[in-house]
């Protein structure tokens, strides 16, 4: 999939193809729930992922309320969303998932970039947005990223949030919600960089950004980078100029 020109911010957010497992001593068995209202597109996608020994497919739904429903009895790791679908689309059940379990991670993966149906999943609660034309190598590093909590949004997405998100601030106190150095490894965190290397950044261990990162998770409400940085973007705690 060919990445379009753009600022740094947005390459970084889109570079899913970096395993997540180099950041940790043993790699851990993902588990999925694929959701599409075309079987064939399901049955393309499982036997993708299930070619990877990390990767575990437990469920399929073929529309949202059916999705709602899985998620709730499987309680996979990532589950993979379509956008449209008869009766309740991508948007509403990835807030319905979102509501009762926000650590899942939702990724899109629609032939839709449209602005509204970008805009509307990212506030939902997806982690990432990846579209159809996507090749292999970039599915399946989205679902790791994902999977780590990590961002995984195609270069030309990423523009388009950091566009809408930069003007629609409502500016308060980080103090508030976030402590000093978990504000600093936020911010460090949205320019992209990986757990090593926000802790050579800082001069800590990668162990203590991951336990930093959890803490920021826990106290916005949020299950991905996407979601705590597009928080932050929000509140001006983060300039996109910056990154």
């Not at 805009?119 to 590093?141: I, M, P, Q, R, T």
Request: charged share 25%.
């Amino acid at each position: 999939m060919p990445a379009p020109a753009g600022p740094r911010y947005a390459a970084r957010m889109s570079d899913a193809a970096r395993p997540p497992e180099a950041e940790t001593d043993t790699p851990r068995t993902i588990t999925l729930l694929l959701v599409d209202d075309h079987p064939v597109v399901r049955k393309g996608t499982r036997e993708l992922l299930e070619g990877e020994a990390d990767l575990h497919v437990i469920g399929e739904a073929g529309s949202g309320e059916e999705a709602v429903v899985k998620a709730r009895a499987l309680q996979p790791d990532v589950i993979l969303m379509d956008v449209s679908m008869p009766g309740m689309n991508g948007i509403e059940a990835t807030k319905a998932i979102k509501a009762e379990r926000p650590g899942v991670g939702v990724l899109v993966l629609t032939s839709y970039d449209d602005d509204a149906y970008v805009f509307a999943l990212l506030e939902a609660g997806a982690a990432g947005y990846l579209l159809k034309n996507a090749s292999e190598d970039d599915l399946l590093g989205a679902v790791r990223a994902v999977a780590a909590g990590e961002s995984a949004l195609h270069p030309s997405v990423a523009r388009k949030v950091l566009e809408r998100f930069s003007t629609h601030t409502t500016p308060t106190p980080p103090e508030d919600d976030l402590s000093p150095r978990e504000l600093e490894v936020l911010r460090v965190a949205a320019t992209g960089r990986t757990n090593k290397e926000i802790a050579r950044d800082l001069d800590i261990s990668p162990r203590t950004v991951q336990v930093h990162l959890a803490n920021i998770f826990s106290k916005l409400g949020v299950g991905s980078r996407t979601e705590a940085v597009l928080h932050g973007i929000k509140r001006g705690w983060i300039d996109p100029r910056t990154l």
